[in-house]
């Protein structure tokens, strides 16, 4: 074969393997309780349930903690070591989220993903590893997939960060053959077992159903293979039945991390890594429609070339990396030890360091969605006029005042490592993501609903003592006269027990009424003392003020008239 042949043939990616963490928000099972513990609700179903805790090597037995596991420990600063592995194993029995805050279910049944091209052909991809990350009280899980398959070309790759791991068709094909067809999806997707048994199957093509669900619900369905991989948990809008539910809180698009080894990584073209890190349509031969300063943006902003410099062609500068926010591409050679190698290369690294600083950027970036959407929840099922109504908006408000100050101080950190590499990427992760940004809106959103709310008691508070301090004062004068005169102030003849206790009703009832009146008039009384105290309104001005107490009503229905036509004017 002739140089030139060589060249025009396409890169073909000896090795593949994609990680997807899809962020789900979890539907609150108990009401009132701030800590939900989904996780130990998943543990507890026996009937039916393919999830299984997994055990961690820092949690197994010493002879299954090795030197990769060491460094990947070593590579996170203290303060993200607490948050990834725990406290110790001394804090197991302290109340709280234990060994970590973490906990993490697997299931084995599923072998491999069987996907329908776009070509007619079908690609078999093996499954690493499917897995559930929970997070000690804050309402998200992610479910993490894992696949991965050898000598594929770029064209089938790009196809695959483009179609595969999409939560809900976006639209339909329409006129031609394939009427009906779900557009820039996989035709299909089959989880299959050991055996080649499809457990469960895509059906992107349904799409009535799609329609008929945003139509009941609001909110999209999705995939039927998405939902036989997370059952036993069941989405929040359906008619399944489970306690443990879920609702979408990003994209349809689902996150992921890619890892590529090529023969050359040199022979992929500028529009190559365009195409791989925006996860955009396969090449069909036309160049992409982006100008240069879009190009040039795209390679400042997402391009990480520490180590890639493809004018030396040198082994040791082979490797890119693309990070987009919602996409992650790991570029390098193929049968390169430090690149390739499973358990002392990048390889090792990128299904651990890096998918754990993936995690972490994401978690930021879920929980910070998850809390807004407590905030729209709460204010959208907020009734003014009704009192239990704003109780329970005022109560959801505080919980997530103190859900979001547990996150500060728990969770929410800008740096994980001191590592170049990890401490680059997961700036350039959290930048693109946006979780700055996100957090900054959410913060000012919270502290203006807690001005607000501390508003709202201070009124109420004060209203409170202002109608107290005229009853008091009014009351002050009875007071005063029955204690110098006497409680006998009538000396009658004495009376029977009937004639005591008759006696007692005929003074209480009056001075019962005489105090709620007070109250009814208690702000007009109010403005009618501070009128008599005030020494520069004349007397005809005081006396309009007390008049005025009885007129309260009236004025009060116009005045509010006038505002509700002010706020009603343009």
Not at 120 to 144: A, C, E, N
């Amino acid at each position: 074969m002739s140089p030139h042949a060589s060249q025009l043939e396409a890169p073909i990616a000896r090795h593949f393997r994609q990680i997807l963490m899809w962020p789900l928000r979890l539907m609150p099972m108990r009401a009132g309780d701030q800590v939900q513990r989904h996780s130990e609700a998943l543990a507890a179903i026996g009937e039916n349930n393919p999830w299984r805790e997994q055990r961690d090597e820092f949690t197994g037995s010493p002879t299954d903690f090795h030197e990769r596991h060491y460094r990947e420990f070593v590579t996170f600063l203290p303060h993200v070591q607490r948050f990834l592995y725990g406290q110790g194993r001394s804090s197991a029995t302290q109340r709280g989220y234990g060994e970590s805050p973490i906990r993490i279910f697997r299931r084995n049944d599923i072998d491999r993903v069987r996907l329908g091209c776009e070509d007619g052909s079908t690609l078999d991809l093996k499954v690493q590893h499917i897995d559930l990350y929970f997070f000690y009280d804050v309402d998200v899980v992610f479910l993490v997939l894992e696949v991965f398959a050898d000598n594929l070309p770029l064209s089938r790759v790009q196809e695959l960060l483009f179609r595969f791991g999409r939560a809900f068709p976006a639209k339909w094909t329409s006129g031609g053959s394939e009427d009906g067809r779900a557009a820039q999806c996989m035709r299909s997707v089959q989880w299959l077992d050991r055996e080649g048994r499809v457990l469960a199957e895509s059906d992107y093509g349904d799409r009535e159903r799609y329609l008929r669900h945003v139509w009941e619900h609001r909110a999209s369905a999705i995939g039927r293979h998405w939902e036989f991989l997370l059952s036993p948990m069941v989405l929040h809008h359906s008619e399944a039945k489970g306690d443990i539910r879920y609702r979408q809180l990003e994209y349809h698009r689902q996150p992921k991390m890619t890892f590529l080894a090529f023969d050359d990584p040199f022979a992929l073209t500028r529009e190559d890594f365009v195409r791989l890190g925006q996860a955009t349509q396969p090449d069909d031969g036309r160049p992409l429609p982006y100008s240069e300063s879009v190009m040039a943006e795209f390679e400042r902003s997402s391009c990480y070339d520490r180590f890639w410099v493809p004018e030396r062609r040198n082994d040791n500068a082979s490797t890119r990396v693309i990070c987009t926010g919602p996409s992650m591409v790991m570029v390098g050679r193929h049968g390169l030890a430090g690149y390739s190698d499973e358990q002392n290369g990048l390889l090792a690294e990128f299904r651990h360091q890096y998918f754990l600083i993936g995690l972490i950027a994401h978690f930021h970036r879920a929980s910070l969605l998850m809390l807004m959407d407590r905030l729209v929840v709460a204010v959208s099922l907020l009734d003014a006029d009704d009192v239990d109504s704003r109780r329970r908006f005022k109560r959801g408000i505080r919980q997530t005042m103190e859900i979001f100050l547990r996150f500060n101080h728990r969770y929410w950190f800008g740096e994980v490592s001191k590592q170049s590499m990890a401490k680059d990427l997961f700036e350039m992760w959290s930048r693109n993501l946006g979780n700055e940004a996100l957090y900054n809106e959410l913060r000012a959103e919270i502290l203006d609903m807690d001005n607000y709310l501390e508003a709202d008691d201070s009124r109420r508070q004060n209203e409170t003592l202002l109608r107290l301090t005229v009853v008091t004062i009014f009351g002050l004068v009875g007071t005063i006269v029955t204690g110098f005169l006497g409680m006998n102030i009538f000396d009658g003849p004495p009376a029977t027990l009937i004639g005591k206790i008759g006696a007692v009703v005929v003074v209480a009832i009056p001075t019962l009424l005489l105090t709620f009146y007070t109250l009814k008039k208690s702000s007009a009384l109010s403005e009618f003392m501070d009128a008599v105290s005030d020494d520069t309104l004349t007397r005809r001005q005081k006396f309009r003020s007390f008049v005025r107490i009885w007129r309260t009503p009236r004025n009060a229905r116009r005045h509010d008239d006038r505002t509700r036509s002010g706020m009603n004017a343009p």
